[in-house]
DNA sequence: AGGAAACACGAGCAATCACTCGTATTTTAA
DNA sequence: TTAAAATACGAGTGATTGCTCGTGTTTCCT
């Protein structure tokens, strides 16, 4: 990230290292507020304290600006994950298993509210896009892992396809989420956001502690 | 819309009135490709066939342009809406009612996909969000009387709030549904659709064919 | 027919943008 | 101590943007 091959020359310091946390802090906020096409980079400059000189100091232009703010998002997300994320949720009745995996995401979307705004905007360039992918498989992997590991007769393909809605589903809510103000509210989204993904997930991975497979009840066949 | 208080003159001629539908039909193409922010006016004309100040005689801005197509959207969004959303529908099965809300709006959203760019777009302006509103207005509201004749003894608070999370439950769908392609794959992505948010409706407002209210199985109390 | 208004054009203006560059200061390594 | 590298500045550049305006053409009404 920010700037790769230093093959010859002298390391960076600290004071490098400080600014660039400084000018992703501004980015975040920025992009958070105006969306990245909205965003100057003179305006994230000015906001970091520092000027443009010393932006494109660290950064080659403003998609590299997002590739990097997008690669914090990344490393800070494996971080928050790590924890939550571990496979043993996977033999959780399903509302805990909910409580496991929601509520961390909830956490860190709220509280970095420029990466929601990076991951759904559309129309970015491609070298974007690309830089938004390990964010989106580090969700959908970690679901489909989680789903492999509690419905292990589950096919594949509809395995992949669950876990995809699934994250679809939570991003669909995902504006009411960051809406909500924290308390009763936030705590009304959140618990409507797990009855909507478990009532989902409930027939295809079951709603007790892990039985393995078991085929639904009142599930119909897919078309 | 476009330009209102004609109070004197002459009135407009048909001409200006195809110029208007061409810029129109221009603009949503523009702005689905590239977003608001990244549409530029002069492409837009452009793409219509016709020079700048032709498209800056019929709106005063960038941001009356934008309106003006929303105001279209919505027109034909009540038109498709008409039939397919009367209270009948409510007395449907829960199967048979998803078909006949979601097909429609999966049609409408793909043929005019500059509606959902429009929609989706977080980082407009405080006059274009209000005029964003009438079409939100328009599927929520309709959802909310459907569910109203259904389930008349669900309290109005959780009916409301049923509503708003299932259009967002479905616009969270929405980027598959969008890039599906037709076939198969759209049909797939219907039918996970539809299940997604029966699943999360059924409990509340029952799967059979209306039985008024019923207190549901499993439904835990919100926490 | 003829005048007025609607329609149309497109060069160009002012503002903004991403980004550069010449220069000055601070840090590091010898 | 000193030279080189890293960091920092900010006015400025070229490109692009939303939009205007002078001018010409088409349509309508009488």
């Given at each position: ?100 995996v929601v509520d961390p995401l909830i956490a860190f979307d709220r509280a970095h509210p420029g990466f929601a705004v990076l991951l759904a905007d559309p129309h ?64 009304a989204v959140t618990a409507e956001a797990k009855r909507a993904i478990g009532a989902y997930l409930g027939p295809v991975i079951g709603t007790g502690p892990s ?13």
């Amino acid at each position: 990230m920010t700037d790769d091959t230093p093959k010859s020359g002298r390391r960076r310091q600290a004071r490098g290292e400080q600014r660039i946390a400084q000018l992703l802090d501004a980015a975040a906020e920025v992009f958070a507020e105006q969306g990245f096409k909205g965003a100057s980079t003179n305006a994230i400059a000015a906001r970091a304290g520092a000027s443009p000189g010393t932006l494109y100091q660290f950064f080659k232009n403003k998609e590299a600006l997002a590739e990097a703010l997008m690669a914090r998002y990344v490393e800070r997300l494996r971080e928050a994950h790590g924890e939550a994320f571990d496979l043993r949720v996977a033999r959780l009745p399903l509302d805990e298993l909910l409580d496991r995996v929601v509520d961390p995401l909830i956490a860190f979307d709220r509280a970095h509210p420029g990466f929601a705004v990076l991951l759904a905007d559309p129309h970015l360039s491609p070298e974007l896009a690309a830089a938004k992918r390990p964010a989106q498989q580090a969700m959908f992997e970690r679901l489909d892992a989680i789903f492999a590991a509690r419905a292990p007769r589950l096919p594949e393909a509809e395995r992949r396809r669950t876990a995809e809605v699934a994250v679809h589903l939570f991003r669909g809510l995902l504006p009411l989420i960051m809406a909500a103000e924290e308390g009763d509210e936030l705590a009304a989204v959140t618990a409507e956001a797990k009855r909507a993904i478990g009532a989902y997930l409930g027939p295809v991975i079951g709603t007790g502690p892990s039985e393995g497979t078991q085929a639904g009840g009142d599930r119909p066949a897919s078309a």
